[in-house]
């Protein structure tokens, strides 16, 4: 695994400014130990065909918690025909689930933000820990705008959460109107939830369509309030 510090990083920052050139960097120096995270939303749609263009041998990885809605399994079978490419999906360790749903029942996410995160951790964050243990950098669809956690990235991150990894967010300056514009464009397929009012798609039981001028993650975690609306992939525990 290669480490990187946070020298290098601001260097990357200030001398990379678009979504094709970070790419074109991290194909040529961090590929094949580099790989997008997607769970098969809009940013994943656009990142996804950017990236195939400038590299059709990137690597594409995804999280099946055993509660995703139907609808991203079928868009995964629609994309992986559409490029030809194979998608590498993580699971959850079976013993780590199977404890939690004895111990608090299959819907313990509704009960406490404590036990939603929990969840998360078990279904999302240790098969991702596992992953990125091989990694030398990820790629994240993550946009500014999406949430306050989210609002001071940049292209480049160092991932302290992460052994020091390199966290790269191609698309952080992009606005949701580019995102649907690049979809329509280039006639992408994209989740039919987004269809439905879904602008940010997770699990099924944890994510509802929003009104219209609510927040975009406004779905997400529905029943909770604050800030606190991430699932543990994106914040960095250090
Ligand atoms: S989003 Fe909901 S179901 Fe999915 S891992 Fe988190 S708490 Fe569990």
Redesign the pocket.
Known sequence: MTKFVQKQVDDLNSRIKTTEEALQWVSDNLHPKVAKASSFGAEDAVLMDIMLKINPEFRFFTLD?G?LPQETYDIMDIVRKKYDISIEVLFPDTKEIEDMVKEKGMNL?YESVEN?KL??EI??VHPMNKMLRTLDGWITGLRRDQTKIRENASIFQLDNGHDGILKINPIINWTWEQIQKYIKKNNLPYNTLLDKGYPSI??E??TRAIKPGEDLRAGRWWWEQGEHKE?GLHIDHK
């Open positions: 918690t509660r996410f939603r969840c998360c279904r999302k997770g699990c039981p944890c699932c």
